[in-house]
T-cell receptor, first 119, second 112 residues
């Protein structure tokens, strides 16, 4: 089946530094990739949607200058948390949507997540 | 708007007990409905889905039926196992877009 990977799986960084998280679709091309954030004991919240070669669309309340998203190819999207602070500590999950069958909408596959801890 | 409400946990059951996790939704149009499972330390995995009213999704002994009249998609399993311990998320995807709306998740612990 379709596999989505994330790297790193967990990261600890100092406050004020930037952290880059990669999301890759390993065996399919993704028309669209999505980034979610999950706080402890809460649901996933969509942060942004990105299409290859175009600017990401951010959800209301998400700072686009803080959470930089680059979708450089059909198999890779990156999320960079700039000037990270302790309140950015969270579980970040990406998903990738493949091309659907003719007339279909494709299927989203979720990555395993990246746990970020900002000290 | 679109939203998903699912029963709060945590839920603790003995092995072989019957499981029900309630899920109701609010949506414009006719969404697709999903149950995802998240095992400790792992990402989301699709458990089952239903795309139209009265459809029944099933997988690994779990079932859920898309009930349009009650806007519900309750998850059931007749006999749970210790390996079913995980967090279960109900979700909807709108017919017009890519976006998923997730419930808050229900933690299930099955004890031997």
């Amino acid at each position: 089946g379709a596999v989505v990977s994330q790297h790193p799986s967990w990261v600890i960084c100092k406050s004020g530094t930037s952290v880059k998280i990669e999301c890759r679709s390993l065996d399919f091309q993704a028309t669209t990739m999505f980034w979610y954030r999950q706080f402890p004991k809460q649901s996933l919240m969509l942060m942004a949607t990105s299409n290859e070669g175009s600017k990401a669309t951010y959800e209301q309340g998400v700072e686009k200058d803080k959470f930089l998203i680059n979708h450089a190819s059909l198999t890779l999207s990156t999320l960079t948390v700039t000037s990270a602070h302790p309140e950015d500590s969270s579980f970040y999950i990406c998903s990738a949507k493949n091309y659907g069958k003719a007339g279909g909408g494709g299927t989203q596959y979720f990555g395993p997540g990246t746990r970020l801890l900002v000290l | 708007g679109n939203s998903v409400t699912q029963m709060e946990g945590p839920v603790t059951l003995s092995e072989e007990a019957f499981l029900t996790i309630n899920c109701t939704y609010t949506a414009t149009g006719y969404p697709s409905l999903f149950w995802y499972v998240q095992y400790p330390g792992e990402g989301l995995q699709l458990l089952l889905k239903a795309t139209k009213a009265d459809d029944k999704g099933s997988n690994k002994g779990f079932e859920a039926t898309y009930r349009k009249e009650t806007t519900s998609f309750h998850l059931e399993k007749g006999s749970v196992q210790v390996s079913d311990s995980a967090v279960y998320f109900c979700a909807l995807r709108t017919i017009t877009g890519n976006q998923f709306y997730f419930g808050t998740g229900t933690s299930l612990t099955v004890i031997p």
